[in-house]
């Protein structure tokens, strides 16, 4: 069609050419240079037999009178001979003529003259303004004056609508025409004609469709007959059909997710890649793509499911994702990588059975030295992920490996590997040229399903928390059976076990904020009540038999875990608060297997050491705590600000116990005052006291006394 | 010969004690127990002075005991060997008296790929010679028992050890006679029991070393934990070496009744030079040379103006850094500057970090304790008991010295009591919840500020 469309035009140039020069024969052809009609061109009453006979001749002789005869009878642009003479004389006049009779470039020969004639004019224009930058610009007035013909010739041509009469064009050479406007572009009609769907130019300059609107910029035909689109910003727009392809150069992309908020839904990629979007509504992008608001670039290949958050992405082949704020490399190499740093502790609900899965959570501090987690989860098809990064991690993680490998170096500022750890299948984990503690990581568990058991490989350090004196640091990789001997074995390699006899010890206290003063003030405790495991955080197992727990930690109120702040806080010095290795009163869908306390039937008493941990209106994370531990029958706190040095003393008490002792109580620097409560759970409902006497029911006002028969468990 | 030692006088009269008893049983004794403990049997036939000849079974006892238990214990240490003179390929002096051993050399088990754990018999052997060189020097020709008037007459120890699953037999084959004027006994041989399973450990460890070769570039640490998983050992190793690729494994063995546990050592080596340039290791910090941060010790800051601390470290070109920041160190000397009129009285933590010209740090805590007083702030009496016991009621004041800049405002950090504000008087009934150690953080305000003081006590049963 494009041939026959040219063809048309060449033949038409020929005629034109023929009758401004020199008389051609009624095809064109067979030209006489030297050819002079002879008309009497005085004669009134012959004249219009004549302009149609000679039309050339007629414009050169009366253009006035000339175009008299067309604008009688506008029908006359349909002959090529005078359309020819008519375009030659005055292109402005006729594209007026053609404004009113825009039906007329129905016949391609038409349509093609007034393409012809714009791209000529064009070039006479910029000729002319060379000369005379004021002179006038015919092909905008071609264009802009004639709104009907315009958007005839944009429509027939290129496919391309207007969706304005307002719409300005200019510049336009055949291969380019540019839109005016606060959002005008330039671009090649025929590169924005092969974007999928309709096209349209707005009044803003945009050019548009239902897939994208495009801002500014320049739109272009690559080799491969695909849309390139550099230096402006592409908004992609919602209900967004299959097979859209763009290849971006330097330009902005607001695409299209469905979980993306703030941003009108349309997270921005930078840089030059080619943007896609597959039949599912899934976004493609491929080159070296910059998503500025997450903080990384990612040079490769990745897609983003439609109903994910834009933290959220699959990196597919060999690509290389890296973050800016401390240049942090993760590279995989494989099929697809699902990869989230969303910030949220249940980011692993983006991964996908069968696809390996990198959970990057940034965590609450808002350091760049420090992240949350780093877990990398079902690694398959044989992909290979390789991670180098300066920053601490609190947990990092290989979970559930089945085929492939990942490998784990932490760099210094200046990106020298300090240490290097990589993970294969089962218990093939290595380590080259380093001891444990360059990993910078709080806690390092390797996790796998060996037949029946599930196996874990465990390291913790001591580092980036303020005590790292009373837990050893021990410079090897333990190893355990989940539910077997996890609790036993990380204690005694990073905790401590206080034994009280040879039982089994009943008690487990966790360690997990600033201090070891409460931790140390219970091993005397411990030594005649049973005995008790002391763990680090860190080295939190998933599962205990212990039938007591004691928490220690920072907590605030209405929250549901226990965290430390990080070694360089010093609140009395004004810092703020940056709570790292948080520790949940349960577990998550999509959260780390060991971001939680151990969970246990076994378990009867959770007693914290830690600020707001029992008040009387159960926001504290008892709903957790209960819904966790099926066998839980009392939770002892603070109502209010806990003490830094405290000693817990008896865990489980009873109400006579509680009424009986002296009511602790605490002061702060501020002089408010606080109390040590409890809960206590009466089938199903829980109760609050902080005296023994009086109980109150979760979830209501009523206060009744407390029942005996409830603390003594009969 | 060996010299008499004169410290086994001692002894020997136990010794002469257990012997009667050690007679009055047959001769036979069986000493039963977990892991190490050690059961023995012997022959002895004697006539005479009962008392004396059963000691001396008694101390044979005794010393292929010891010798048992420090042969093996060296034997380990050594990788299998007791003498590692004929070892191909050995880490020298990897640390210098570590593990209570003047010198410390172990043999390499993976070096150039291949496997080279010596064969269990051949350590079995060692264990041989090690426990025999060591009971001659317990032993000591009987010199404990010079001057009681007996001859001791003795062929040379032959040591048997039989490894079976669940202990090691320890066979002693030694010739003595032992005469006096009126008595003369005969010893010839004697057995032991000893519950350590080393063909137990012994395959652990092949195992590993088996999943090692698989694997020659990087050092398989999942597999040594996996081989020792459920065992109740543990392990450590040390990254030695210029480029980290020698490393000294230790897998220790817990010991019943022993303060220190057997420790299996050995050494593996890797061709980490050709990472050198991959992996760019920039700090290579090795155990030998470290840098040390000398322990940092509280700083009591008690007078107004500028105040000095010497941070003591040791290393090359060390540059100090403090966090956070708002603390003046100097980079290069460590000395840090302190304006206590620009602090309230309070404790504060800072955290020192030293760094040498190979980027190997350390880091270490600094508490200041900032408690000012010019004698216009209280100015606390420290209380006279440091220790209750479960069962008493405290009834105490809160004392300072200067009433005169009153009133105070009194506060304690404690969640054992509450302090009047206005009297300082504070009482509570300590009960065993209490029990261990306390430390209360007791404060004072008054118009011209803040003084503070801890007071540390101890709580014990009745």
Same mark, same amino acid.
């Given at each position: ?50 302009? !149609?006979?000679? @039309? ?8 006035? =009178? ?13 002959? @090529? ?9 005055? @292109? ?31 070039? $006479? ?13 015919? $092909? ?83 080799? /491969? ?69 997450? %903080? ?26 890296? =973050?800016?704020?401390?240049?942090? $490399?993760?590279?995989? !190499? ?7 740093? +969303? ?19 940034? %965590? ?49 500022? *200046? ?65 355990? &059976?989940? !539910? ?73 109120? *209405? ?52 600020? !707001?941990?029992?008040?009387? /209106? ?5 709903? *957790? ?10 939770? $002892? ?5 806990? @003490?830094?040095?405290?000693?817990? %003393? ?65 | ?11 020997? &009269? ?189 395959? =652990? ?7 090692? +070769? ?111 920041? +708002? ?69 105490? &004041? ?23 504000? =206005? ?40």
């Amino acid at each position: 069609m494009k041939r026959i469309v040219l063809l048309i035009v060449i033949c038409n140039l020929l005629i034109i050419c023929s009758t401004i020069a020199f008389a051609c024969d009624e095809f064109g052809l067979n030209c006489d240079v030297s050819y002079d009609s002879g008309t009497d061109w005085s004669d009134s009453e012959s004249w219009d037999d004549n302009f !149609n006979s000679y @039309p050339d001749e007629a414009f050169s002789h009366d253009s006035g =009178q000339a175009w008299n005869e067309i604008y009688n009878d506008n029908s006359l642009m349909q002959d @090529p001979v005078i359309r020819a003479a008519a375009f030659a004389d005055d @292109p402005v006049k006729s594209s007026a003529v053609l404004n009113l009779h825009p039906e007329y470039m129905d016949d391609p020969a038409v349509l093609a003259d007034f393409d012809a004639a714009l791209i000529s004019a064009g070039e $006479q224009d910029v000729l002319d303004q060379r000369e005379d930058p004021e002179k006038s610009d015919t $092909q905008s007035r071609m264009l802009n004056k004639n709104p009907a013909a315009k958007e005839k010739w944009m429509k027939d041509s290129f496919g391309i609508d207007m969706s304005d009469s307002s719409v300005v064009l200019r510049d336009y050479t055949g291969d380019s025409i540019t839109s005016e406007g606060e959002n005008g572009l330039s671009f090649d009609p025929k590169a924005a004609a092969s974007i999928p769907g309709d096209v349209w130019v707005d009044k803003d300059g945009s050019l548009r469709n239902e897939n994208a609107y495009f801002n500014g910029g320049e739109i272009s035909l690559d080799d /491969n007959g695909v849309a390139v689109y550099k230096g402006g910003t592409m908004d992609v727009q919602q209900g967004n059909k299959e097979g859209f392809i763009v290849v971006v150069e330097g330009g902005k992309v607001n695409g299209y997710r469905e979980r993306v908020y703030g941003t009108d839904s349309r997270p921005l990629y930078t840089g030059s890649f080619t943007y896609i979007i597959d039949e599912n509504g899934n976004e493609h992008l491929n080159g070296n793509i910059n998503l500025d608001s997450e %903080g990384v670039t990612i040079q490769g290949e990745m897609y983003s499911p439609k109903d994910s958050y834009f933290s959220d992405f699959v990196l597919v082949g060999e690509t290389t994702l890296i =973050q800016h704020a401390d240049n942090t $490399q993760i590279s995989v !190499n494989g099929k697809e990588v699902y990869y989230t740093q +969303t910030n949220y502790r249940s980011a692993g609900k983006f991964c996908e059975e069968g696809y390996s899965c990198i959970v990057n959570t940034p %965590g609450s501090g808002g350091s760049v030295d420090y992240r949350e987690r780093l877990s990398i989860i079902g690694v398959s098809n044989g992909d290979m992920i390789e991670i180098k990064s300066p920053v601490f991690y609190s947990h990092l993680e290989v979970i559930d490996l089945q085929e492939g490998s990942v490998s784990f170096s932490s760099v210094n500022a *200046e990106g020298g590997v300090l240490g290097k750890m990589t993970v294969g299948q089962g218990d093939d984990i290595t380590i080259q040229g380093n001891d444990l503690s360059k990993m910078k990581a709080g806690r390092i568990d390797v996790q796998y399903e060996e037949g029946i058991n599930t196996i874990l490989h465990h390291w913790s350090s001591n580092d980036y928390q303020k005590d790292e004196g009373y837990f050893s640091e021990r410079n090897s990789m333990v190893s355990c &059976t989940v !539910n077997v001997d996890c609790e036993q074995t990380l204690a005694q390699s990073f905790g401590k076990v206080i034994k009280d006899g040879d039982a089994e010890p009943k008690t487990t206290v966790v360690f997990s904020g600033d201090n070891v003063y409460t931790a140390r003030n219970m091993e005397s405790w411990c030594k005649n009540n049973g005995g008790c495991y002391i763990l680090n955080s860190r080295d939190l197992p998933a599962i205990t038999n212990s039938e007591n727990l004691v928490v220690t930690g920072h907590h605030w109120s *209405e929250s549901n875990y226990v965290w430390r702040d990080s070694e360089d806080v010093n609140i009395p010095g004004g810092d703020e608060h940056n709570p790292i290795d948080k520790v949940y009163f349960g577990g998550l869908k999509g959260s780390s297997p060991y971001d939680q306390l151990p969970q246990g039937d076994s378990v009867e008493t959770v007693t914290f050491s830690a600020c !707001n941990t029992v008040w009387g /209106n159960g926001n504290t994370g008892l709903k *957790e705590l209960d819904s966790y531990y099926d066998n839980l029958e009392q939770v $002892q706190g603070w109502d209010g600000t806990a @003490p830094l040095h405290e000693n817990v %003393g008896d865990l489980g008490k009873d109400f006579d116990e509680v009424a009986d002792a002296r009511p602790l109580t605490y002061s702060n620097s501020k002089g408010i005052t606080s109390t040590r409560a409890y809960y206590y759970k009466e089938g199903d409902t829980w109760s609050y006291t902080n005296d023994g006497n009086s109980c109150q029911k979760i979830g209501s006002n009523i206060v009744v006394e407390c029942n005996p028969a409830v603390a003594d468990g009969s | 010969m060996a010299l008499i030692n004169t410290g086994k006088q001692g002894q020997v &009269t136990i010794f002469i004690i257990l012997g009667v008893l050690l007679l009055i049983v047959a001769g036979f004794i069986f000493y039963l127990g977990s892991e190490n403990i050690i059961g023995t049997s012997s022959s002895f036939e004697t006539l005479g002075d009962l008392s004396v000849m059963g000691s001396v079974g008694g101390f044979i006892g005794s010393c292929l005991e010891d010798a048992s238990y420090l042969g093996i214990s060296k034997v380990l240490a050594n990788g299998g060997y007791y003498s590692l003179d004929e070892v191909d390929f050995v880490l020298e002096n990897a640390l210098e008296n570590y593990n209570d051993y003047d010198f410390f050399s172990v043999p390499y088990y993976f070096v150039g790929g291949e496997d080279f754990l010596p064969e269990i018999e051949d350590i079995t052997s060692e264990f041989e010679i090690a426990i025999a060189e060591n009971f001659v020097v317990c032993i000591d020709d009987f010199a404990a028992y010079a001057g009681l008037g007996h001859v001791f007459e003795s062929s040379d120890p032959i040591i048997t050890v039989t490894l079976v699953e669940g202990g090691s037999f320890v066979d002693l084959d030694y010739y003595l006679l032992m005469h006096s004027d009126d008595s003369s006994s005969e010893f010839e041989s004697t057995e032991m029991f000893i519950a350590f399973d080393f063909i137990d450990k012994y395959e =652990q460890i092949q195992k590993f070393l088996s999943r090692q +070769t698989e694997d020659p570039d990087a050092f398989a640490i999942g597999a040594l934990s996996s081989v020792l998983r459920g065992t109740g050992y543990y392990y450590e190793y040390l990254v030695m070496g210029e480029e980290g690729s020698e490393l000294l494994v230790n897998v220790y063995y817990p010991v019943r009744g022993q303060t220190d546990d057997f420790v299996y050592s050995f050494a593996l080596s890797y061709d980490w030079g050709t990472l050198e340039s991959n992996l760019n290791l920039t700090d290579d910090e090795d155990s030998v040379s470290p840098v040390i941060l000398y322990n940092l010790e509280d700083w009591d800051v008690v007078d107004y103006g500028l105040q000095y601390y010497q941070v003591e470290a040791k290393g090359d070109n060390l540059v100090y850094v403090v966090s956070p920041e +708002t603390l003046d160190i100097d980079s290069e000397s460590g000395l840090i500057t302190l304006d206590s009129s620009d602090y309230s009285n309070a404790a504060y933590l800072y955290f020192i970090r030293v760094t040498d010209s190979e980027n190997r740090s350390v880091e270490g805590p600094l508490l200041i304790n900032i408690n000012v007083n010019e004698g216009d702030l209280a100015i606390f009496e420290e209380f006279e008991n440091s220790t209750f016991s479960v069962g008493d009621t405290i009834n105490m &004041t809160l004392s300072v010295s200067n009433e005169e800049y009153g009133p105070y405002y009194f506060t304690a950090e404690t969640g054992l009591f509450d302090i009047d504000k =206005q009297s300082a008087e504070f009482s509570f009934e300590v009960s065993s919840d209490e029990l261990g150690s306390h430390q209360v953080y007791f404060s004072a305000e008054n118009e011209n500020g803040v003084s503070w003081m801890l007071w540390d006590f101890e709580v014990v049963a009745e």
